[in-house]
């Protein structure tokens, strides 16, 4: 049996507050790369893109604190969406050589449960870290939270915060395929010049220079938002319920700006849903894995053809991990946060 | 022309936080009571039975600090929903003697247009005073919004604040009557027996006499909550967010205990709406009217059989008007507040 070395990225302990780099841990342990006899339920992998999110930052609070129910466990390695390549399989799904996407762990190399693979990578003319991001989940979030639960019609107005990140520059650019007018916020100069330059959004601006944000809204808004895409909650959340129309919905698909926080802000404007009829609406992902056959189907053509463009903003080595995970609670990526463990 | 003295109530000025009797004052005026020579789209009303409802107190800011873009003129009589029988038709829908149920003027007779009713009353073999609630407006809101935005299912869990209020008492036996288990709050034990002994909830608790919420939730809801059926805002609802079951609906119905606020609470448990996919949806009962025929339908042979109750508290005379209104705002009612203008 061949054993190797297996460098992981550990959670040292729960974390309250900003996490910092110190927070994790990289640790060599080893691993054999070899299925135990028997388990027709695992395949052996080589993990090559992990995947940066947000929703990572509720998993490392202790759970009895925590919105999930569930948390990484400390002292092991921290899990996330990411690309990886079979090496030995199990399951009678998977074999040798088959690049897939699904849940894996922060190390080298990972024995998980087939259960954990969302699908098989079937098309590579594409960049395989895409997978990890307009082609991955990020993509199907943007997608279902834009599309089935924002139900957004031809002419809509419709703003995302958040605009820049992983999410928000696809949800800006199906707004535009969809006839929308859209806004995007963003924390930088750099990032609001992606999404007028790169992305097509209509307007955007940085909120950080928006002493009101209020007024920063009605400024582009004056009739009001339609959709508004959830990603920050907080502050930008009660100045846009004062700029919401009838009728106007807010899947929310994340509250980044609260999740360091240990006591979340108030928000103060949501009795304006009320006359308004506003429908506000939480979503994960996984309730929409089946429709990623129906989303690869209209992504992959326009990804192909360059009209649907994606950002990415690259660590490489698992070393880089603690660095680039605890970075984009405070906006030091442009664009999709990938870590590359291994090129192929 | 008869020319005849018209008792109203008016609202003195734009208010700001709690309103007082002192904010309403009751006039004398004088009206004509003859439909002017070739108005066909007015009707000339003597008011019978005017309903107290909380939403009336947004139509008392300046509206340039209000929820609604409605609001009621100072120096005017108020407006609201009420039962009253038509003295003399200009519209051909409507005739001498009908009986209708529309927004009219507090005061004694109203010349107003025929679009404000909202139906005529054919069934009146029940009392009058009814249409003001459970077969009015009150309990299209409690429908609509438990079955159309709560989409209930069997056997879920169901929770009601202000749940021996106009609507409240309502929703609690519609949840019974579809099989679900529900809960009220209210805020005295003369209150919280009604809920139990009367209207048929399985529990009910005083949330007064509870210093915390998130505590009394979780034992009478030790599964969490499928759906809660908001009016009142602010504590509750920030102790809800945290008791709410994956995939359970928050129909808003009104934040009463907001409305006298300057500055709104702030709730900071929204973002676990997130993982638990949660749905808050605002509602006004104007966007359900057409649903009144199905609705009276179902609820008149409950009423007839006695199998929905409905408890009034009933206020005798215009001069009691400002009284019945401002009391609503801080509970003093008991159960649906009418104001009795003439008894026919």
Redesign the interface.
């Known amino acids: 049996m061949s054993e190797v070395k297996n460098k992981q990225v550990i959670l040292k302990d729960y974390v309250s507050g900003f996490p910092k780099e110190s927070d994790l841990n990289i640790i060599s342990s080893t691993i054999t790369l070899k299925i135990p006899e028997g388990s027709n339920d695992v395949v052996l992998l080589k993990n090559l893109y992990l995947s940066c999110d947000p929703y990572m930052r509720?998993l490392m609070n202790n759970p009895k604190d925590s919105?999930?129910?569930r948390a990484f466990t400390p002292q092991s390695p921290l899990a996330g969406y990411g690309v990886s390549k079979v090496l030995e399989s199990g399951h009678k799904d998977y074999k040798e050589g088959d690049l897939v996407y699904g849940v894996t762990n922060w190390e080298e190399y990972s024995l998980i449960p087939a259960a954990q693979i969302i699908f098989k990578i079937e098309h590579t003319d594409v960049p395989l870290s895409y997978y990890t991001g307009i082609l991955g989940t990020p993509g199907l979030t943007a997608y279902a939270g834009f599309f089935e639960v924002g139900t957004p019609k031809k002419g809509e107005n419709v703003f995302v915060s958040a605009a820049s990140g992983a999410v928000g520059q696809l949800v800006g650019q199906f707004a535009k395929l969809h006839g929308c007018y859209v806004v995007g916020s963003a924390g930088t100069k750099e990032k609001v010049d992606l999404l007028k330059n790169k992305f097509g959004y209509d307007e955007a601006f940085n909120y950080k220079e928006e002493p009101d944000l209020n007024a920063a809204l009605k400024r582009y808004f004056p009739e009001g938002i339609d959709i508004y895409f959830e990603n920050v909650?907080g502050k930008t959340?009660d100045a846009v319920l004062l700029n919401m129309r009838i009728h106007g919905r807010i899947p929310?698909?994340?509250?980044i700006s609260?999740?360091n926080l240990t006591?979340?802000?108030?928000?103060?404007?949501?009795?304006?849903?009320?006359?308004?009829?506003?429908?506000?609406?939480?979503?994960?992902v996984a309730?929409f894995h089946h429709l990623y056959p129906k989303f690869l189907e209209f992504i992959l053509p326009h990804v192909r053809e360059g009209k649907a463009v994606y950002v990415e903003d690259i660590a490489e080595g698992l070393e880089k991990g603690p660095a680039a995970l605890v970075g984009i609670f405070s906006g030091q990526n442009v664009g999709k946060q990938v870590l590359v463990v291994a090129r192929e």
């Open positions: 509720n919105l999930s129910s909650g959340l929310v698909c994340g509250m609260q999740y006591q979340h802000e108030g928000i103060t404007n949501l009795a304006h849903i009320i006359y308004k009829r506003i429908r506000i609406q939480g979503f994960i309730d």
